[in-house]
Structure formats: C-alpha cells, structure tokens
C-alpha cells in the first residue's frame, strides 16, 4: 500500500505532461494529422502537440492545391473581414495571432486572407487561413491550426 502511495505521489505530477514535436519532420506531422500527403502539397512549416488525454493540437504553414483547400473547409464557417476583431469571434484576438503561436505562424493583416473556423462545436478550436492572393504553381498559401 505505501508502495502504491509512493507511485501515485511520483506520477501525479506528469499528468499534465505534454509530448512536443518539434518543427523539424514536417511529412511526419502532416501524416499524423492528415493522412498521406499529396504529393503537390508542400509543407513550409509545421508543429504537433502530441498530447495523451485529447487530441492533438497542431499548426502547419502549407502550399496546398485548392482541392485539398476546399476538403478542409467541412465543418468551417467563414468569417468575414469586418468580424474578425469583433464580439462574432470567440477571442477575437487571440484568433488572428494566438500568443502562443510558433513564430513563423503569422498570417499577417486580416484583409489578405479568407478566415474560416470550426462551427460545429461551441469552442471554435480549429481555424484556417487562406491567402487570397496567393498563387504559387497553382497552390495556395494556407496556415491551419487546431488548439
């Protein structure tokens, strides 16, 4: 029994423990999150939070054909321009540049980019961030983050 006590007391405290995956196998953290990469996306910048007790929290930097663009926006609900510094948006904020964002993750001014967030839940945890003028190859600039 004290045995148990003793174990309890040393494992408590990584129970908030997190795994970080750093920034440097971007194709891993695409699979791990996604699935089998097409071969005409490329992945600029990533990181993964690999976390045991909920899903993963990730942010990637990506040049994405539009049909891979267009897939990820189930769920998501655009948000227009006017309305991603007001009350509309949980956070409104935090929403544009989480102060906890890696620092290559910096969409830059709200009006170069189309906004869309998750709808279907009432925390709005994931967003994607769509570079209107992009066109590079025909891929989009896309940043995409869950948190």
Same mark, same amino acid.
């Given at each position: 029994? %004290?045995?148990?006590?003793?174990? !309890?007391?040393?494992?408590? *405290?990584?129970?908030? =423990?997190?795994?970080? &995956?750093?920034?440097?196998? /971007?194709?891993? /953290?695409? +699979?791990? !999150?996604?699935?089998?990469? *097409?071969?005409?996306?490329?992945?600029?910048?990533? &990181?993964?939070?690999?976390? $045991? $007790?909920?899903?993963?929290?990730?942010?990637?930097?990506?040049?994405? @054909?539009? +049909?891979?663009?267009?897939?990820?926006?189930?769920?998501?609900? &655009? !948000?227009?321009?006017?309305?991603?510094?007001?009350?509309?948006?949980?956070?409104?904020?935090?929403? $544009?540049? @989480? &102060?906890?964002? +890696? #620092?290559?993750?910096? @969409?830059?001014? @709200?009006?170069?980019?189309?906004?869309?967030?998750? =709808?279907?839940?009432?925390? #709005?945890?994931?967003?994607?961030?769509?570079?209107?003028? +992009? %066109?590079?190859?025909?891929? !989009? /600039?896309?940043?995409?983050?869950?948190?």
């Amino acid at each position: 029994m %004290k045995n148990l006590a003793l174990l !309890i007391l040393m494992a408590a *405290p990584l129970v908030g =423990c997190t795994a970080t &995956r750093l920034d440097a196998d /971007h194709d891993a /953290h695409f +699979s791990h !999150i996604f699935g089998e990469r *097409p071969a005409d996306l490329k992945v600029l910048n990533s &990181r993964v939070y690999c976390m $045991w $007790w909920t899903s993963d929290d990730w942010e990637f930097e990506l040049y994405a @054909p539009a +049909s891979w663009v267009e897939s990820q926006k189930w769920g998501l609900r &655009r !948000i227009q321009e006017k309305t991603v510094w007001d009350d509309e948006v949980m956070f409104p904020g935090e929403f $544009w540049r @989480p &102060r906890y964002a +890696s #620092p290559w993750f910096a @969409p830059g001014e @709200p009006q170069l980019y189309e906004v869309w967030q998750l =709808c279907l839940t009432s925390i #709005p945890y994931k967003h994607l961030y769509v570079e209107k003028a +992009s %066109k590079e190859n025909n891929l !989009i /600039h896309v940043y995409y983050r869950r948190d």
